[in-house]
């Protein structure tokens, strides 16, 4: 069993940044992939970012890439969303979401664990 905590966002600015964080309990942090998704009023869940086992290898929404960095911290037992050159249409709730083993997938119906979400809001 994983319990994720997601922290880190709030209001900001367009073309600002934020950073979230995702904490999760429990062992073997490392044998999870982790990802992030997120989900604006009206709107469906989407995929926004994942990152495999030890870090080396990620995946990005396409409207987020290069603005966007998912890292994870084994040791600390965290992964990171860090948010940069925000737009409007980033806001929404933003979700950690795990999964065990090695996972290449993007739909949300794959992973085990979530996070209760944490809202970022990007204001004109």
């Known amino acids: 069993q994983v319990q994720l905590v997601e922290s880190g966002g709030g209001l900001v600015q367009a073309g600002g940044s934020l950073r979230l964080s995702c904490v999760a309990s429990?062992?073997?942090?490392?044998?999870?992939?982790m990802a992030w998704f997120r989900q604006a009023p009206g709107k469906e869940r989407e995929f926004v970012a994942r990152?495999?086992?030890?870090?080396?290898?990620?995946y990005y929404l396409d409207s987020v890439k290069g603005r966007f960095t998912i890292s994870r911290d084994n040791a600390k037992n965290t992964v990171y969303l860090q948010m940069n050159s925000l737009k409007l249409e980033d806001s929404a709730v933003y979700y950690c979401?795990?999964?065990?083993?090695?996972?290449?997938?993007?739909?949300?119906?794959?992973?085990?664990?979530w996070g209760q979400g944490t809202q970022v809001t990007v204001s004109s």
């Open positions: 990152i495999n086992l030890n870090g080396g290898s990620t």
């Open positions: 979401a795990a999964r065990g083993g090695t996972w290449y997938g993007q739909s949300e119906s794959y992973y085990t664990y």
């Open positions: 429990g062992r073997s942090f490392g044998t999870y992939t």
